[in-house]
């Protein structure tokens, strides 16, 4: 199976910016929503429980999230799925419907924080990042120098 992303640099920079959530919810349905009427009309902030804390509930059941931007250098994407498959050996293509820099991160009833295993893996961007630049032969220079130093002080 092979998947193709249908989309260009040209066809980034031009989609259209979307307002994004991401919901701890399953939704089984693939029409269209009225968001703006129906969700977002009822997102208000709730200082009471932090700095950027926004509220709303779905289906009955309370929702407390906040605005997160994506990790600097990267782009929010999304891709639609032009045609279902029809098993799990049949080559899919995905094709982009648009982007965004911002996002509403939702939690049931519990403030979002960084012991979110969500929030977790966005955080491995700049672990990832760290971990895969080049070190300079001076920089590697200066570490050895710095714990020879600190194992001289210890044993002292």
Same mark, same amino acid.
């Given at each position: 199976?092979?998947?193709?992303?249908?989309?260009?640099?040209?066809?980034?920079?031009?989609?259209? @910016?979307?307002? +994004?959530?991401? +919901?701890?919810?399953? $939704?089984? &349905?693939?029409?269209?929503?009225?968001?703006?009427?129906?969700?977002?009309?009822? @997102?208000?902030?709730?200082?009471?429980?932090?700095? &950027? $804390?926004? @509220?709303?509930?779905?289906?009955?059941?309370?929702?407390?999230?906040?605005?997160?931007?994506?990790?600097?250098?990267?782009?929010?994407?999304?891709?639609?799925?032009?045609?279902?498959?029809?098993?799990?050996?049949?080559?899919?293509?995905?094709?982009? @419907?648009?982007?965004?820099?911002?996002?509403?991160?939702?939690?049931?009833?519990?403030?979002?924080?960084? &012991?979110?295993?969500?929030?977790?893996?966005? +955080?491995?961007?700049?672990?990832?990042?760290?971990?895969?630049?080049?070190?300079?032969?001076?920089? +590697?220079?200066?570490?050895?120098?710095?714990?020879?130093?600190?194992?001289?002080?210890?044993?002292?």
């Amino acid at each position: 199976m092979s998947i193709t992303l249908d989309f260009n640099g040209k066809n980034l920079a031009k989609s259209k @910016t979307l307002n +994004l959530h991401f +919901l701890p919810a399953k $939704v089984n &349905g693939d029409g269209n929503a009225n968001v703006e009427t129906y969700f977002n009309n009822y @997102t208000h902030e709730a200082p009471e429980y932090g700095s &950027g $804390v926004v @509220t709303n509930a779905l289906r009955g059941y309370p929702l407390v999230g906040n605005r997160m931007q994506v990790p600097e250098g990267y782009k929010g994407i999304v891709l639609q799925e032009t045609e279902k498959p029809l098993s799990e050996s049949t080559d899919r293509q995905l094709r982009l @419907t648009g982007v965004f820099d911002e996002f509403t991160y939702w939690n049931y009833d519990k403030v979002p924080s960084n &012991g979110d295993p969500y929030r977790q893996a966005l +955080l491995m961007a700049d672990v990832a990042q760290a971990l895969s630049e080049p070190i300079s032969e001076e920089d +590697l220079e200066t570490e050895i120098k710095r714990n020879r130093e600190s194992k001289k002080e210890n044993s002292s």
